[in-house]
């Protein structure tokens, strides 16, 4: 009898064996970070994969590179960037909708200039990588969409990256132009509703924007991942950048349920486009209200996505001079227009030379100046010294750039330093401050700035007091 049991045992625990051995263990793309270093190997859906392309780096080398996102059993998504030899080597093998193993990468923060994954971290493969085809695991989506309605994405702190799904309510024909380096680029705007009452427009580019007219037409249900939402002139703009995906033929319970609010009401109804552009430039008066005390608490963290705070405070000083050695209100800047998001013009705003050459765009051009300030702000709970550049800083002065330039260079810096002290403690200010992550020296850190101001609105400032005392009298 005991000798049964042991047999027993030993096939059980053969059998136990067999099945390590069959069924890897994959570490979970959601806990990857820079703790892991190298020691990990992941499985997972290639869900989208970037054109491999040649990059020039700042010593003049040349290389290539291509990106994916990868999607595992447990949700978790992440960019992978396969650089040079990698990149020659497994671009043509990752193809969109197969599952692979991957070793032997780098783990680093994510840059969100370029990644629209929401994972904090982002992966890097080079000669050493290590990536195998495995047999397609049904526990893996092809794709995973996180579809946010437009009313939430019209209060949310940009500019964001967000899933839509919606009904193409109107589009434009596709338009070729050239950037100003030279590259040939195609674009077409279309406009999305949803059963939140609201539409916005997004712009496709190059193969997307090229798809023949019946595409768009008749009113399709469109589902869309990685749309970058930013402010444009008081609207909202989305563009569908290279790592997003477009699909006009969803399976989503979201698409199902937008298609039936427009065949029994959305048709008829008015809806909000909050697209529509005010004409007056700068940022979006947004972001999560707060007083000096709870921003600077917050912003002295290390953040992972930039957030936005809009804090009612006055101006208390500007900084003149810092060790003793006279600090410049202002800049000569190139005033040169470059092409910024969807294909809009901005001026270059980039420090020009004693010959008032631009480095940025390689010529002398229209200039003019920039204010770039250090300010102090203060509210009844604290206060906070905040770069504040051009657009905010004319605001908070009350005096345009050419009139703090004309000003000094007329009547000396102590007639300037004489008419800034005016607006010191003057009128109650609504700024905006962007906390935003960034990488100096290898290091993470978080870089807080006013980038908006104007005069607080009676209203809304007397709304938030009052919310205030309540929060008061209920501790």
Same mark, same amino acid.
């Given at each position: ?6 047999? #027993? ?36 859906? =290639? ?15 040349? &290389? ?7 999607? %595992?059993?447990?949700?978790?998504? !992440? ?11 497994? #671009? ?26 929401? #994972? ?12 195998? /085809? ?18 939430? =994405?019209?209060?949310?702190? +940009?500019?964001?990256?967000? %899933? ?10 596709? !338009? ?15 406009? !999305? ?19 023949? %007219?019946?595409?768009?037409? &008749? ?9 970058? =939402? ?17 699909? +006009? ?17 959305? #048709? ?18 947004? &972001? ?22 809009? =804090? ?33 013009? +901005? ?6 030379? /004693? ?12 200039? &003019?100046?920039? +204010? ?7 509210d009844a709970s604290s206060n906070a010294w905040l770069t504040t550049f051009h657009p905010a800083a004319e605001k908070v002065l009350s005096l ?37 992550? /960034? ?29 205030? !005392? ?6």
């Amino acid at each position: 009898l005991n000798h049964a049991i042991t047999a #027993h045992n030993l096939r059980s625990f053969q059998d136990i064996a067999e099945m390590t051995i069959q069924e890897e263990i994959f570490f979970p793309i959601r806990e990857l970070s820079t703790y892991q270093g190298t020691k990990w190997t992941i499985k997972g859906r =290639v869900t989208m994969r970037a054109p491999l392309r040649e990059f020039k780096n700042r010593t003049g080398g040349e &290389g290539k590179v291509f990106h994916v996102e990868l999607l %595992d059993a447990e949700g978790g998504e !992440i960019r992978a960037s396969f650089f040079n030899e990698a990149a020659q080597k497994y #671009h043509s093998l990752m193809e969109v909708g197969k599952c692979f193993k991957l070793s032997k990468g780098n783990v680093r923060i994510a840059n969100r200039q370029y990644n629209l994954c929401k #994972h904090r971290y982002e992966l890097v493969f080079d000669k050493m990588a290590e990536v195998n /085809e495995v047999e397609d695991d049904k526990k893996i989506e092809t794709v995973k969409y996180k579809v946010e309605n437009l009313r939430s =994405v019209k209060g949310k702190t +940009l500019p964001c990256s967000v %899933d839509i799904c919606g009904i193409i309510t109107s589009y434009e024909q596709p !338009i070729a132009f050239e950037s100003k380096d030279g590259k040939k680029l195609v674009k077409r705007n279309i406009t !999305i509703a949803d059963d939140s009452a609201m539409s916005m427009s997004v712009t496709l580019w190059a193969e997307r924007a090229q798809k023949e %007219d019946s595409a768009f037409s &008749g009113n399709p249900v469109v589902a869309m991942k990685g749309v970058m =939402v930013k402010e444009w002139q008081g609207g909202l703009n989305g563009s569908l950048m290279e790592a997003g995906l477009l699909d +006009l033929q969803p399976d989503l319970p979201e698409a199902k349920t937008v298609r039936e609010w427009w065949k029994t009401s959305g #048709h008829a109804q008015d809806l909000t486009f909050i697209s529509q552009t005010t004409g007056a430039p700068g940022p979006r008066v947004s &972001g999560k209200i707060a007083d000096l005390a709870e921003m600077r608490q917050a912003s002295e963290q290390v953040v992972v996505e930039q957030q936005t705070y809009s =804090v009612y405070c006055r101006l208390a000083t500007v900084q003149m001079k810092k060790k003793d050695e006279v600090q410049p209100l202002f800049y000569t800047a190139c005033l040169e227009q470059k092409e910024a998001m969807q294909g809009k013009m +901005l001026p270059c705003n980039r420090r020009v030379d /004693e010959d008032q050459f631009c480095a940025s765009c390689q010529k002398k051009g229209k200039v &003019g100046p920039r +204010l770039n300030l250090r300010c102090k702000f203060e509210d009844a709970s604290s206060n906070a010294w905040l770069t504040t550049f051009h657009p905010a800083a004319e605001k908070v002065l009350s005096l345009t750039a050419q009139e703090v330039q004309e000003i000094e260079q007329k009547q000396g810096r102590e007639a300037i330093e004489s008419k800034l002290k005016d607006a010191y403690y003057g009128e109650m200010l609504q700024i905006i401050v962007r906390a935003k992550p /960034e990488i100096y020296n290898g290091e993470s850190r978080t870089n807080v700035s006013c980038i908006g101001a104007s005069v607080a609105p009676i209203r809304e400032h007397s709304r938030f007091m009052l919310k205030e !005392i309540e929060e008061m009298l209920t501790k």
